[in-house]
């Protein structure tokens, strides 16, 4: 059983909660069918503030597939946040209906002090700029497709480095396992912040280099990570104009790129990786699409587990 109550930040997962979600997100991916009444009779909420396509998309197919049912919304504009309830109060609300809740809001911690009042679990499913974990999960149970052992790998987290939550919680937890190397590609103005490099490298692990160009480091990287440049995140507009199409991954420039080099992303894209590019085989990243499904099936299961276990 998994030792935490809720999924607010990929920093709370021990190797060993990760390692257990992962081994059953793997065995629903290669027999859904067996786990198709898994969640019979429980319910998901699921609350965005923030548009989301994949993650809730995902999660509701997630909760459908184990035999569960949905309620909840994708806009805040039909809900009683806009006649003034709090965030504390709508979500302590929707946990009188809901088993278990995934809740995406613009602002940082905002699932922390969600889980505080909530009467079920609850799932980050992305804070402002500070974590997104289950795109985490997305990613790992990706790479451990792809290649086999999350070990020893020279991984490239190239773009918006300072805004892209999902990269805050990729590189903690792949620090996790020995022997990866780190290359965070950006420009000067989006590095990744101190902050999350004292967060993930804080045990004297320092194994990381901070580079401006893609085209130099290309051929090195086992795992290339895309991000978008998180428009919505910018307090000038001037600068994110300046900054939008700073990387370009195209069929030329993935030519330099190693044979068994697999290309990630967690969408959207903008223009950061162009279309020749999804044909090629090392782009794995509408494969991650469907594996975060998959992985978001095991959390939910894993956490009623964990739930029911205390409640009991
Ligand atoms: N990767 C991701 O979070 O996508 P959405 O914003 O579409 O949910």
């Known amino acids: 059983m998994i030792s935490i109550k809720n999924l607010l930040n990929s920093y709370d997962l021990t190797k060993k909660d990760l390692l257990e979600i992962i081994d059953l997100g793997n065995e629903i991916y290669k027999s859904p069918d067996k786990f198709s009444h898994c969640a ?35 806009d805040a504009g039909v809900s009683s946040s806009t006649k003034g309830e709090s965030l504390a109060d709508t979500v302590r609300t929707v946990s009188q209906y809901a088993d278990i809740i995934a809740m995406r809001h613009p602002q940082e911690g905002a699932a922390f002090l969600a889980s505080k009042t909530a009467d079920c ?24 497709n792809y290649k086999k052992d999350l070990s020893g ?47 993930v490298f804080a045990d004297g692990n320092n194994n990381y280099e901070e580079v401006r160009s893609l ?5 090195k990287l086992d795992i290339l990570y895309m991000t978008r440049i998180q428009k919505e995140r910018f307090f000038s507009q001037a600068q994110y104009t300046r900054l939008k ?12 790129a190693k044979k068994d080099c697999i290309v990630l992303h967690p969408l959207p894209r903008v223009t950061e990786i162009a279309t020749e590019v999804d044909s090629d085989p090392r782009a794995v990243y509408f494969k991650q699409v469907k594996f975060g499904m998959y992985v978001r099936m095991a959390l939910i299961l894993k956490l009623l587990e964990a739930n029911n276990d205390r409640n009991n």
């Open 245 to 256: 199409d700073s990387y370009l991954l195209d069929k030329e420039k993935l030519k330099m």
């Open 153 to 199: 790998h020279v991984i490239g987290l190239c773009g918006d480095l300072k805004y892209g939550r999902t990269v805050h919680s990729l590189l903690k937890v792949m620090s996790l396992f020995p022997n990866n190397k780190f290359i965070l590609i950006s420009p000067d103005e989006l590095k990744l912040p101190e902050y999350v490099k004292k967060e």
């Open 121 to 144: 679990p609850i799932i980050n499913a992305g804070d402002g700029g500070h974590q997104h974990p289950t795109q985490t999960l997305t990613d790992i149970l990706t790479i451990s």
């Open 40 to 74: 019979d009779g429980k319910i998901l909420g699921t609350l965005f503030f923030e548009p989301s396509t994949r993650t809730r998309l995902s999660f509701e197919s997630a909760m459908l597939r184990l035999g569960g049912s949905v309620v909840g919304f994708s």
């Open 215 to 219: 085209d130099d480091v290309m051929d």
